[in-house]
Protein backbone atom coordinates (compact mmCIF):
# COMPACT_ATOMS: atom_id res chain seq x y z
CA UNK A 1 0.00 0.00 0.00
CA UNK A 2 1.10 3.23 -0.69
CA UNK A 3 1.78 5.45 2.85
CA UNK A 4 3.84 8.18 1.91
CA UNK A 5 3.28 10.97 4.94
CA UNK A 6 2.49 14.54 4.02
CA UNK A 7 2.11 17.88 4.72
CA UNK A 8 0.20 21.02 3.70
CA UNK A 9 2.53 23.81 3.28
CA UNK A 10 1.14 27.85 2.95
CA UNK A 11 2.16 29.46 -0.39
CA UNK A 12 0.82 32.80 -2.26
CA UNK A 13 -2.30 32.31 -0.01
CA UNK A 14 -2.94 28.81 -0.88
CA UNK A 15 -2.60 25.54 0.63
CA UNK A 16 -0.29 22.41 -1.22
CA UNK A 17 -0.03 19.28 0.03
CA UNK A 18 3.93 18.11 0.14
CA UNK A 19 5.11 14.46 0.85
CA UNK A 20 9.27 14.02 1.32
CA UNK A 21 11.03 10.89 1.14
CA UNK A 22 14.71 9.65 1.10
CA UNK A 23 17.62 10.31 2.67
CA UNK A 24 21.34 11.79 2.50
CA UNK A 25 22.37 15.35 1.83
CA UNK A 26 21.47 16.03 -1.40
CA UNK A 27 17.92 17.58 -2.64
CA UNK A 28 15.60 16.98 -5.40
CA UNK A 29 12.25 18.45 -6.13
CA UNK A 30 9.16 17.13 -8.59
CA UNK A 31 7.04 19.35 -10.85
CA UNK A 32 3.76 17.07 -11.97
CA UNK A 33 2.37 17.68 -15.62
CA UNK A 34 -0.81 18.55 -16.21
CA UNK A 35 -3.77 16.97 -14.69
CA UNK A 36 -1.23 15.16 -12.23
CA UNK A 37 0.48 15.83 -8.65
CA UNK A 38 2.89 14.12 -6.65
CA UNK A 39 1.36 10.56 -7.34
CA UNK A 40 3.07 10.36 -10.61
CA UNK A 41 6.38 10.37 -9.28
CA UNK A 42 5.87 7.04 -7.67
CA UNK A 43 7.33 4.76 -9.14
CA UNK A 44 10.91 6.69 -9.13
CA UNK A 45 11.39 7.54 -6.13
CA UNK A 46 12.36 4.51 -4.62
CA UNK A 47 15.17 4.11 -6.90
CA UNK A 48 16.58 7.52 -5.21
CA UNK A 49 15.56 7.42 -1.45
CA UNK A 50 19.32 6.28 -0.33
CA UNK A 51 20.07 8.99 -2.71
CA UNK A 52 18.63 11.98 -1.73
CA UNK A 53 16.00 13.67 -0.18
CA UNK A 54 13.09 13.84 -2.37
CA UNK A 55 10.38 16.32 -2.79
CA UNK A 56 7.36 15.79 -4.38
CA UNK A 57 3.86 17.71 -4.00
CA UNK A 58 0.59 18.55 -5.03
CA UNK A 59 -0.35 22.29 -6.84
CA UNK A 60 -2.83 23.93 -5.54
CA UNK A 61 -5.99 22.51 -6.30
CA UNK A 62 -5.20 19.27 -7.43
CA UNK A 63 -4.58 15.89 -5.52
CA UNK A 64 -4.34 16.23 -1.96
CA UNK A 65 -3.49 20.12 -1.83
CA UNK A 66 -6.75 22.45 -0.79
CA UNK A 67 -9.28 23.37 -3.35
CA UNK A 68 -9.28 26.77 -5.37
CA UNK A 69 -12.18 28.64 -7.43
CA UNK A 70 -9.48 30.81 -9.01
CA UNK A 71 -8.07 30.18 -12.09
CA UNK A 72 -4.57 29.80 -11.48
CA UNK A 73 -2.15 30.60 -14.99
CA UNK A 74 1.48 29.11 -15.42
CA UNK A 75 2.95 32.28 -13.42
CA UNK A 76 0.85 31.34 -10.86
CA UNK A 77 1.81 27.74 -10.40
CA UNK A 78 5.77 28.66 -10.67
CA UNK A 79 5.17 31.27 -7.78
CA UNK A 80 3.70 28.45 -5.90
CA UNK A 81 7.03 26.24 -6.58
CA UNK A 82 9.12 29.01 -5.91
CA UNK A 83 7.50 29.64 -1.98
CA UNK A 84 6.95 26.23 -1.61
CA UNK A 85 10.63 25.43 -2.59
CA UNK A 86 11.56 28.19 -0.01
CA UNK A 87 9.89 26.65 2.96
CA UNK A 88 10.38 22.88 2.14
CA UNK A 89 14.10 22.81 0.39
CA UNK A 90 17.23 24.43 2.63
CA UNK A 91 19.53 23.85 -0.13
CA UNK A 92 20.31 23.90 -3.68
CA UNK A 93 18.67 20.66 -5.52
CA UNK A 94 18.04 19.53 -8.44
CA UNK A 95 14.53 20.03 -10.66
CA UNK A 96 12.20 17.56 -12.17
CA UNK A 97 9.77 18.54 -14.14
CA UNK A 98 7.22 16.55 -16.44
CA UNK A 99 5.01 17.54 -19.34
CA UNK A 100 3.22 20.60 -18.48
CA UNK A 101 4.59 21.22 -15.77
CA UNK A 102 8.22 22.17 -17.78
CA UNK A 103 6.53 25.29 -18.27
CA UNK A 104 6.07 25.73 -14.73
CA UNK A 105 9.50 24.82 -13.91
CA UNK A 106 11.08 26.61 -16.31
CA UNK A 107 9.51 30.19 -15.26
CA UNK A 108 9.91 29.44 -12.13
CA UNK A 109 13.81 28.92 -12.37
CA UNK A 110 13.60 33.05 -13.41
CA UNK A 111 13.38 33.39 -9.70
CA UNK A 112 15.16 30.19 -8.20
CA UNK A 113 18.45 30.96 -10.26
CA UNK A 114 21.53 29.37 -8.75
CA UNK A 115 19.47 27.05 -6.31
CA UNK A 116 19.12 24.44 -9.26
CA UNK A 117 21.90 22.96 -9.51
CA UNK A 118 20.33 20.25 -12.26
CA UNK A 119 17.68 20.19 -14.23
CA UNK A 120 15.67 17.34 -15.97
CA UNK A 121 13.07 17.67 -18.30
CA UNK A 122 10.61 14.64 -18.95
CA UNK A 123 8.90 15.00 -22.47
CA UNK A 124 8.19 18.61 -21.73
CA UNK A 125 6.16 20.93 -23.42
CA UNK A 126 7.72 22.62 -26.25
CA UNK A 127 5.53 26.32 -27.11
CA UNK A 128 7.19 26.87 -30.14
CA UNK A 129 6.41 23.87 -31.72
CA UNK A 130 3.81 24.26 -34.51
CA UNK A 131 1.50 21.51 -32.82
CA UNK A 132 0.75 24.62 -30.48
CA UNK A 133 -0.22 27.18 -32.56
CA UNK A 134 -3.85 27.12 -32.68
CA UNK A 135 -3.91 25.46 -29.16
CA UNK A 136 -6.87 27.79 -27.97
CA UNK A 137 -9.12 26.00 -29.88
CA UNK A 138 -7.43 22.63 -29.13
CA UNK A 139 -8.07 23.04 -25.00
CA UNK A 140 -11.70 24.51 -26.12
CA UNK A 141 -12.35 21.39 -27.77
CA UNK A 142 -10.93 19.32 -24.99
CA UNK A 143 -12.59 21.51 -22.05
CA UNK A 144 -15.85 20.34 -23.61
CA UNK A 145 -15.14 16.38 -24.27
CA UNK A 146 -13.73 17.19 -20.17
CA UNK A 147 -17.36 18.57 -18.81
CA UNK A 148 -18.88 15.33 -19.88
CA UNK A 149 -16.25 12.99 -18.18
CA UNK A 150 -16.34 15.08 -14.90
CA UNK A 151 -20.11 14.20 -14.57
CA UNK A 152 -19.39 10.92 -15.43
CA UNK A 153 -16.55 9.54 -13.04
CA UNK A 154 -19.29 10.71 -10.07
CA UNK A 155 -20.05 7.13 -10.74
CA UNK A 156 -16.94 5.09 -10.00
CA UNK A 157 -17.26 1.98 -12.33
CA UNK A 158 -17.24 5.17 -14.95
CA UNK A 159 -14.33 6.29 -13.48
CA UNK A 160 -12.58 3.62 -13.46
CA UNK A 161 -13.05 3.45 -17.54
CA UNK A 162 -11.86 6.38 -18.05
CA UNK A 163 -8.72 5.68 -16.36
CA UNK A 164 -7.93 2.68 -17.95
CA UNK A 165 -4.74 4.63 -19.69
CA UNK A 166 -3.64 5.21 -16.45
CA UNK A 167 -4.09 1.89 -14.77
CA UNK A 168 -2.46 0.19 -17.27
CA UNK A 169 1.21 2.36 -16.41
CA UNK A 170 1.30 3.25 -13.31
CA UNK A 171 1.77 0.64 -9.95
CA UNK A 172 -1.30 -0.71 -8.89
CA UNK A 173 -1.48 1.56 -4.98
CA UNK A 174 -0.34 4.58 -7.04
CA UNK A 175 -3.50 3.99 -9.53
CA UNK A 176 -5.55 3.90 -6.43
CA UNK A 177 -4.91 7.35 -5.14
CA UNK A 178 -4.84 8.86 -8.27
CA UNK A 179 -8.61 7.30 -8.72
CA UNK A 180 -9.46 8.45 -5.55
CA UNK A 181 -7.79 11.83 -6.27
CA UNK A 182 -7.70 12.74 -9.41
CA UNK A 183 -10.67 10.73 -11.35
CA UNK A 184 -13.52 12.41 -9.41
CA UNK A 185 -15.31 15.96 -10.12
CA UNK A 186 -12.77 18.04 -8.82
CA UNK A 187 -9.72 16.56 -10.17
CA UNK A 188 -11.09 16.71 -13.53
CA UNK A 189 -12.35 20.68 -12.65
CA UNK A 190 -8.84 21.43 -12.06
CA UNK A 191 -7.63 19.35 -14.72
CA UNK A 192 -9.92 21.38 -16.90
CA UNK A 193 -8.19 24.71 -15.15
CA UNK A 194 -4.72 23.67 -16.52
CA UNK A 195 -5.76 23.27 -19.81
CA UNK A 196 -7.11 26.78 -19.95
CA UNK A 197 -3.81 27.83 -18.32
CA UNK A 198 -1.74 26.02 -21.13
CA UNK A 199 -3.79 27.75 -23.64
CA UNK A 200 -3.60 31.17 -22.00
CA UNK A 201 0.20 30.70 -21.77
CA UNK A 202 1.48 29.56 -25.01
CA UNK A 203 1.46 33.11 -26.73
CA UNK A 204 2.93 34.73 -23.29
CA UNK A 205 5.81 32.24 -23.34
CA UNK A 206 6.25 32.62 -27.36
CA UNK A 207 6.57 36.65 -26.64
CA UNK A 208 8.63 36.53 -24.01
CA UNK A 209 10.01 33.33 -23.41
CA UNK A 210 11.53 32.26 -19.82
CA UNK A 211 15.47 32.73 -19.92
CA UNK A 212 17.57 29.32 -20.92
CA UNK A 213 18.86 27.03 -18.19
CA UNK A 214 22.57 27.60 -16.94
CA UNK A 215 22.88 24.43 -15.01
CA UNK A 216 23.22 21.39 -16.48
CA UNK A 217 19.92 20.00 -18.38
CA UNK A 218 19.00 16.91 -19.58
CA UNK A 219 15.52 16.49 -21.71
CA UNK A 220 14.11 13.23 -22.00
CA UNK A 221 12.13 12.92 -24.86
CA UNK A 222 9.37 9.95 -25.66
CA UNK A 223 9.78 8.07 -28.71
CA UNK A 224 6.24 5.94 -28.80
CA UNK A 225 3.34 8.25 -30.15
CA UNK A 226 0.01 7.72 -29.41
CA UNK A 227 -1.81 5.69 -32.02
CA UNK A 228 -3.04 8.69 -34.68
CA UNK A 229 -0.50 11.21 -33.43
CA UNK A 230 2.61 10.29 -35.23
CA UNK A 231 2.94 14.06 -37.43
CA UNK A 232 2.58 15.66 -33.87
CA UNK A 233 4.57 13.61 -32.13
CA UNK A 234 7.53 13.58 -34.78
CA UNK A 235 7.10 17.98 -34.43
CA UNK A 236 7.48 17.94 -30.79
CA UNK A 237 10.08 15.96 -30.37
CA UNK A 238 12.22 17.86 -32.97
CA UNK A 239 11.21 21.57 -31.00
CA UNK A 240 12.29 19.81 -27.93
CA UNK A 241 15.83 18.62 -29.45
CA UNK A 242 16.37 21.64 -31.16
CA UNK A 243 15.70 23.62 -27.48
CA UNK A 244 18.12 21.47 -26.48
CA UNK A 245 20.36 22.07 -28.70
CA UNK A 246 20.52 25.77 -27.96
CA UNK A 247 21.85 25.19 -24.33
CA UNK A 248 25.50 25.32 -23.25
CA UNK A 249 25.19 22.18 -21.16
CA UNK A 250 21.91 20.54 -22.20
CA UNK A 251 21.70 16.91 -23.64
CA UNK A 252 19.08 15.27 -25.84
CA UNK A 253 17.71 11.98 -25.24
CA UNK A 254 15.14 9.99 -27.10
CA UNK A 255 13.65 7.31 -24.36
CA UNK A 256 11.24 3.78 -25.55
CA UNK A 257 8.55 5.43 -24.13
CA UNK A 258 5.06 7.02 -24.22
CA UNK A 259 4.43 10.61 -22.82
CA UNK A 260 4.54 8.91 -18.93
CA UNK A 261 8.17 8.45 -19.24
CA UNK A 262 8.39 8.00 -15.06
CA UNK A 263 5.84 4.93 -15.34
CA UNK A 264 7.72 3.20 -18.22
CA UNK A 265 10.99 4.13 -17.46
CA UNK A 266 11.08 5.37 -14.19
CA UNK A 267 14.93 3.32 -14.29
CA UNK A 268 15.87 5.95 -17.35
CA UNK A 269 14.38 8.81 -15.01
CA UNK A 270 16.12 8.03 -11.85
CA UNK A 271 19.31 7.31 -13.53
CA UNK A 272 18.97 10.84 -15.21
CA UNK A 273 18.37 12.29 -12.27
CA UNK A 274 21.97 10.77 -10.51
CA UNK A 275 23.60 11.89 -13.64
CA UNK A 276 22.45 15.67 -12.99
CA UNK A 277 23.46 15.22 -9.17
CA UNK A 278 27.36 13.54 -9.67
CA UNK A 279 27.49 16.67 -12.68
CA UNK A 280 26.60 19.30 -10.02
CA UNK A 281 28.14 18.05 -6.57
CA UNK A 282 27.03 20.52 -3.90
CA UNK A 283 29.80 20.68 -1.33
CA UNK A 284 27.54 23.19 0.69
CA UNK A 285 24.56 21.05 1.03
CA UNK A 286 22.81 20.62 4.30
CA UNK A 287 22.33 17.31 6.16
CA UNK A 288 18.68 16.29 6.24
Keep these: MRQAAGRAVQVND ?20 QGMGRTCWDAVLP ?17 RSGRTTA ?26 AHSMGALVARR ?5 GPQVRGLLLVDPTPENAPVYDTFDQTAAKVDRAMGVTQALV ?10 ENVR ?12 AEDFVPDGIAQTRKEFKAVAAAIPQLRAEPPGLPTCPTVLLSSSRPAKGREQQHALIAEHQRRWAETLAD ?39
Design 108 to 112: AMERL
Design 14 to 33: RSVYVEESGTGPDRVVFESG
Design 71 to 96: QLGIDDMAADLVAMVEAVVPSRFVLV
Design 154 to 163: RFRPLARVVS
Design 250 to 288: GRFEEVDSGHFIQAEQPGTVADSIGHLLDRSPDRHTRSA
Design 47 to 63: LLTDRARLVAYDRAGSG
Design 168 to 179: RIFPADTYRAML
